[in-house]
Each structure stands twice: as C-alpha cells, then as structure tokens.
C-alpha cells in the first residue's frame, strides 16, 4: 500500500497571511489530486499534477509536484475565510492500482 | 446538471442489523466508489467497479459488499452492522482515478 502523509494537520491563520501544506510518500505516484472538502460535504477536486516538478495555479492557490513524484506542496496567498476546509491529497500508484487519500490539513482561516 | 445523490444522509442502526446506502450519479460515468472516512484515516477506500457487473475490492472491504446492475448505482450493504462501521461514508463516480466527484455522504451510526 502507498501510503500519503500530510503537514500539518491543523492549521489556524488571520485573513491575509500565506500559508504552504505539504503532501509526501516514499512511494512515486504517476499523478496527485489536491482536493478541499467542506464541513457536511464531499471532497472537491481542485486540482490534479501529473508531471514532476509541475507548478499549477488557481487564482491565489499554486500547486507543485515533486521533481520525484513523490510528494506535493499547496501554497495559499492572502488566505481568506473562504479557504477554511479540509485540504486532502491523494494519488494513484505507478501501476493505476492503489488509489490513495492522505488524511488532510484542517485549515481555519480566521476574520 | 448532473449530479451524485446519496441516502440516507444520517442512519442509526443497532449491531448485527443488515443496513444498505444508496448511491445513484447522472454522470453517466463507468466508475464508481464507496469509501469511509474517520478521524485521523482520511478516506479509505471499500469498494469500486468499473462498469455494470463489475466490483472490486479496496482496501477496507471486509463487512461490506457491493452490487453494479445499472450505470447509475452502486448501493453498499453492511451485511451485519458493528459498532466499528459507525463512520461517514461517501460515494463517487469518475472516468478515470484522478477526477473523482463526490455525493455530500452519509453518516452512519452503529449502537
């Protein structure tokens, strides 16, 4: 099993700040998802990097994959109270077998 | 739109009952996926097909069965409820591994 581990697990910032979670495995991964997931709600898909070294933006987010594939970053700009959610990667193995989740970054930006 | 409902949302059940979640998408998507999530796990997968008549086992599969007879559904059914099945459970569907949407859940109580 492939196996996804995510820093920090809980993070708790002001309005404006930036801010950078981290995805890592000592497994390579042919691609990885970032996805958010709201209190109530299902997982969203954000965004999904395929190519090592890969840096993907959507709007304040960027996204990079490892130059190894073997882990992932999310940077936030000016973080917003709209931000606050559960941030989860998750990655398909080389194989396209072992489809993983990570266990999130809790993120709570404050007003 | 197309969409991915499930039902019930909220469930509780006693031990030993048999309980089934339904999951019904208008995705028209070949793929679909049962997983739980509990604190500290992330989301860990149960079952998942490929298409009508097809189910494969995830990484938690054991209580759980699955059935494929149409595109649109792929109900879970815990055949004998236990106090360690209480979680939230989430279906999605997808065309491939890494673009999966998700129904909103169900939580599920095991007394």
């Known amino acids: 099993t492939q196996l996804l581990e995510q820093s920090p697990q809980f993070l708790s910032i002001q309005e404006g700040e930036n801010l950078t979670v981290y995805c890592n495995s000592s497994s390579v991964f042919s691609s990885l998802q970032w996805y958010r997931q709201e209190p109530g709600e299902g997982p969203v898909l954000l965004v999904t990097?395929?190519?090592?070294?890969e840096v993907k933006k959507l709007k304040r987010l960027t996204f990079q994959f490892g130059d190894a594939r073997k882990d992932s970053s999310l940077h936030i700009t000016a973080a917003q109270p709209g931000d606050t959610g559960l941030y989860l990667c998750?990655?398909?193995?080389?194989?396209?077998?072992?489809?993983?989740f990570g266990p999130g970054t809790r993120l709570s930006v404050l007003p | 739109d197309a969409e991915i409902t499930q039902s019930p949302r909220h469930k509780i059940t006693e031990t030993g009952r048999q309980v089934t979640l339904a999951c019904h998408q208008t995705?028209?998507?070949?793929?679909m996926f049962w997983y739980r999530q509990d604190l500290g796990h992330g989301l860990r997968l149960i079952h998942y097909?490929?298409?009508?008549?097809?189910?494969n086992k995830g990484e938690v599969s054991d209580g759980y069965s699955v059935s494929r007879s149409n595109t649109e559904d792929l109900p879970l059914t815990l055949e004998s409820a236990a106090s360690s099945q209480t979680s939230v459970y989430f279906c999605a569907s997808s065309e491939s591994w890494d673009e999966q949407f998700f129904g909103p859940g169900t939580r599920l109580t095991v007394l």
């Open positions: 990097v395929v190519t090592g070294g």
């Open positions: 998750a990655g398909e193995g080389n194989y396209g077998q072992n489809f993983v």
């Open positions: 995705w028209n998507h070949n793929n």
């Open positions: 097909s490929y298409g009508v008549q097809d189910t």
